[in-house]
């Protein structure tokens, strides 16, 4: 089936640890995104990328880090420089920028 | 960025009742979408609608471009349509997102 898959569904993380989340879709998008979300509100984009070996911050950037070597994957990174990981971490794909944009189930990141 | 108010925050309605919700947001956009996350966090896409109306089932939705607003219609609610909806637009290249409608839907 076509879809996005992020891995883990639960993750926990350490103080000063990087933890780094999976996304990886097969229905051949060329854009890919990293949101955020917190308990009530709503998603906030952390880095999206438009095409393979390219991507950009989005509103909240600091203490992550991302790579898009290969089309089909996304991974996050967050590193011992975001203060307050915890949260709810959604992937998305669009097949270019300004069309429909398609979600993952989502990574629940906590701290140890 | 632009900015995306999403009203009412929060909706109670008895089974089988109609509601609509609303989203305005501050500049011209190029894509706008609807989506329903349920209490698991899954985001759904129920419309991916920049301009006019589009239906599917029990829901519709309008997004009327030139007044900067769209509504989603919910007929004949169901406790399934409980969860959050939220508005997204697109302006520069990413998805700006409201704070959401909290819907309930009572048996």
């Known amino acids: 089936d076509g879809g996005i898959t992020q891995s883990p569904k639960y993750l926990f993380r350490k103080e000063g640890q990087n933890v780094t989340l999976s996304c990886e879709q097969n229905?051949?998008?060329?854009?890919m995104y990293w949101y955020r979300q917190d308990p009530g509100q709503g998603l906030r984009l952390i880095y999206y990328?438009?095409?393979?070996?390219?991507?950009q911050k989005g509103d909240i950037a600091e203490g992550y880090s991302v790579s898009r070597e290969k089309k089909e994957s996304f991974p996050l990174t967050v590193t011992s420089a975001q203060k307050n990981p915890t949260a709810f971490y959604l992937c998305?794909?669009?097949?270019?920028?300004?069309?429909?944009?398609?979600f993952g189930d989502g990574t629940r990141l906590s701290i140890l | 960025g632009i900015q995306v108010e999403q009203s009412p925050p929060d909706l109670i309605l008895q089974e089988g009742a109609n509601s609509t919700l609303r989203c305005n947001f501050s500049?011209?956009?190029?894509?706008l979408q609807w989506f329903h996350q349920n209490p698991w966090g899954q985001l759904i896409n129920l419309f991916y609608?920049?301009?006019g109306t589009k239906q599917n089932g029990r829901l519709s939705a309008t997004t009327v471009a030139t007044e900067r607003y769209s509504l989603l219609y919910i007929s004949s609610s169901q406790t399934t349509d409980s969860g959050v909806y939220f508005c997204?637009?697109?302006?520069?290249?990413?998805?700006?997102f409201g704070a959401g409608t909290t819907v309930t839907v009572r048996a």
């Open positions: 500049d011209s956009v190029n894509n």
């Open positions: 998305a794909s669009s097949m270019q920028v300004n069309q429909p944009q398609h």
């Open positions: 609608i920049p301009s």
């Open positions: 997204a637009v697109e302006g520069d290249y990413k998805l700006s």
């Open positions: 229905l051949n998008h060329d854009a």
């Open positions: 990328s438009q095409i393979v070996n390219d991507f």
